[in-house]
């Protein structure tokens, strides 16, 4: 039967269609170069296994629907016939061939089996076969799977199952037909190998999108910025964004392919979608994305099949910050790289470990704790996806805290000393890494860490299915009192310090910039302002004092005193922050206090009393300890007030380890 999907389309127009260069040619060289060196690629061995495995499991998923179906009364002649498939996506359908790479197969059974025979009858095959191991179902997922090794391959097994009576081997998959009556886990089910089937048809010069998706990848998890559970990007999100850049620039080679995918994702204005295709509706009842119906998505990446959706529905304002600096990082050093007049320039910056460990003044370090080792792999793949709802319990609780950043890595170590001094016999632990944004905190926000990880907590754990031993923990740090090993990528706790201290210059110098053109932006727009703010002129009899401030009081009064509140939050990113008192002078607001009656000189010295900080707590606590009647005159001069931070020590059992 004819197809009845139409030809898929390219949306958006080329930007350039020239020619590769002599030039861009010696960049391949030099690219190839250190991909052969750097990016590692399976052996031929290696994937003639892995496809020898694929086999083995694709004729155990056939005898399993030959079967189903005899047990459930079917024919013998139609239960041999009703046949059975398995197509794969990912990274293995486009054969970018990573080591360790998973397998994502899909099973597509006719309609006598179903996925409570799946989960049940194959589940015992394949759990009693000698090859498997590690064996976990995922049943209550929006794509359940069984997730095993077989033979020391990784491989996520799903299923759909389809209104007909047989599976043949030509079955054609890509036709929208197929979806037609199909329960919502089969959509999505089928989804996986129908968007890469239209990737791989999509992509104009697929020796070009080879090596740079890739290298691409490589970067990505070495930055930090991969994980799609954790808010970032995933295998099927980058593979997408390098072929939209290979529709861009259809012709270009490796080289100027890779420069030219940094370059239009550092530009592009998100939330604008990313298309590799015109969506359309097959009618068939699927809800297809669209931008105006999905107002909140912050960098929607659609999938080029039907039904269209999000690919990247978990990323947030939080997450896409991280990889906007990490994309404008990238463009930056491709730039220098293919210039070749930057000393210093090498594909190598480009994919170096992330800083993470070197960036932030503070960070949190989540625990996720389990008894037994089957429960710990569910509770750990659980907490993957939920972690970053942290973050989320932040903005919504309007906590003063800048620049938040969740590491999607998972680490072998319990920081917290375990419950109640004992370790547990499962554990790992995640980082988030922020700043004070002591503008919002001189402003009266209270910097509450426990109250945030408290709610997210109860929220984690308010699940029916939590078993005894289920548990999360939180630890608090300074950039100073770090784990050690959490510095041994960047070579150790000295070359941790350097790069720190190098960073928060780089930062300094941006931000003041950045107030300098505000400023002077702010002057232009408001040149009444600033003849307002000059001093007045001086009678005849008095003499011209040399200089003036003029200009400096109208930089002040054009931004509105906001540039005391950046000046003093530059100052106060200072390390000794992390535990000491920031005081402010005692003489200022004396005049104002005097003026107040005896209730409400009372009132503002329990005010002022120093707050009992919790003892049975890990996570630190930032107040403002200015009085409310001095703040209010504060705020009226428009001078930024000073806090002192709370910082609890780690638990005696993490002290003792450090």
């Not at 930062?507 to 001093?535: E, N, S, V, Y």
Request: charge should be neutral; proline fraction near 7%; aromatic fraction near 8%.
């Amino acid at each position: 039967m004819a197809s009845t999907t139409p030809k898929p389309v390219q949306c958006f127009p080329v930007i350039n269609n020239d020619p590769p260069t002599d030039k861009d040619r010696a960049n391949d060289a030099k690219l190839f170069e250190y991909i052969a060196a750097n990016v590692p690629v399976m052996s031929k061995q290696e994937m003639m296994h892995r496809e020898r495995v694929l086999t083995e499991v694709t004729q155990i998923f056939k005898r399993w629907v030959r079967e189903t179906c005899l047990a459930k009364g079917v024919p013998e002649e139609v239960a041999r016939a009703a046949g059975g498939i398995i197509r794969t996506s990912g990274s293995y359908r486009l054969a970018i061939h990573e080591p360790g790479s998973d397998i994502d197969a899909h099973c597509i059974a006719p309609m006598p089996c179903t996925r409570a025979d799946f989960f049940t009858s194959l589940r015992k095959l394949l759990q009693d076969h000698p090859e498997v191991t590690n064996f976990n179902a995922i049943e209550t997922a929006a794509v359940p799977i069984m997730t095993f090794d077989f033979d020391g391959v990784n491989i996520d097994l799903g299923l759909g199952c389809l209104p007909v009576e047989s599976v043949s081997e030509d079955f054609n998959i890509d036709d929208d037909a197929v979806l037609k009556g199909v329960d919502s886990a089969t959509e999505k089910c089928l989804n996986g190998p129908r968007v890469t089937n239209l990737i791989h048809r999509l992509v104009p010069n697929y020796a070009s999108f080879l090596p740079v998706v890739r290298l691409v990848r490589v970067w990505a998890k070495r930055r930090g910025i991969y994980g799609n559970k954790m808010g970032y990007l995933g295998g099927v999100n980058f593979n997408i964004l390098v072929a939209f850049a290979c529709q861009l620039y259809p012709r270009a080679s490796p080289s100027k392919l890779l420069a030219s995918f940094f370059k239009v994702m550092h530009s592009w204005a998100w939330p604008n979608p990313i298309h590799l295709t015109r969506p359309h509706d097959a009618a068939l009842g699927l809800q297809v994305w669209q931008a105006a119906q999905n107002p909140w998505h912050v960098m929607p990446i659609i999938t080029p099949a039907y039904p269209a959706m999000n690919s990247s529905l978990a990323v947030s304002a939080h997450s896409l910050e991280v990889m906007r600096r990490e994309f404008r990082r990238g463009d930056a050093i491709c730039r220098r790289v293919l210039d070749g007049g930057a000393e210093g320039a090498s594909w190598d910056e480009l994919v170096r470990p992330s800083e993470f460990f070197a960036m932030y003044s503070h960070y949190l370090a989540i625990d996720v704790m389990a008894g037994g080792e089957e429960e710990f792999r569910g509770w750990r793949g659980y907490m993957e996806s939920r972690v970053r709802k942290l973050l989320d319990n932040f903005t919504y609780m309007r906590i003063p805290a800048r620049d938040l950043h969740l590491y999607p890595r998972a680490f072998d170590r319990c920081c917290s000393g375990g419950v109640n001094g004992e370790l547990p016999a499962h554990c790992v632990c995640f980082f988030v890494g922020f700043n004070v944004d002591r503008a919002r905190l001189a402003a009266g926000r209270r910097l509450d860490v426990g109250h945030a990880f408290q709610k997210f907590e109860e929220s984690a754990t308010g699940v029916p299915w939590l078993k005894e031993g289920m548990c999360l923990a939180l630890t608090a740090y300074s950039f100073k009192t770090l784990p050690a090993w959490t510095a041994d990528e960047l070579g150790g706790r000295d070359a941790a310090r350097a790069l720190r201290a190098a960073l928060r210059a780089k930062d300094d110098a941006t931000r003041k910039a950045t107030l300098a053109a505000t400023t002077a932006a702010a002057l232009a727009q408001r040149p009444q302002l600033a003849a307002a703010a000059a001093p007045p002129p001086l009678p005849p009899t008095a003499p011209l004092a040399a200089g003036g401030s003029g200009g400096a009081a109208a930089a002040e009064a054009a931004v509105g005193g906001e540039g005391d509140l950046l000046e003093q939050e530059w100052e106060g990113e200072a390390e000794a922050a992390d535990a000491e008192y920031m005081e402010g002078e005692e003489e200022e607001g004396e005049g104002e206090y005097a003026k107040l009656s005896d209730a409400a000189k009372a009132e503002a010295k329990a005010e002022a009393r120093p707050r009992k900080r919790p003892a049975t707590r890990d996570f630190f606590v930032l107040e403002p300890v200015v009085p409310q009647w001095r703040r209010a005159a504060l705020e009226a001069a428009g001078q930024a007030k000073r806090v002192r931070i709370q910082l609890l020590p780690p638990a005696p059992a993490q002290a003792a380890s450090r």
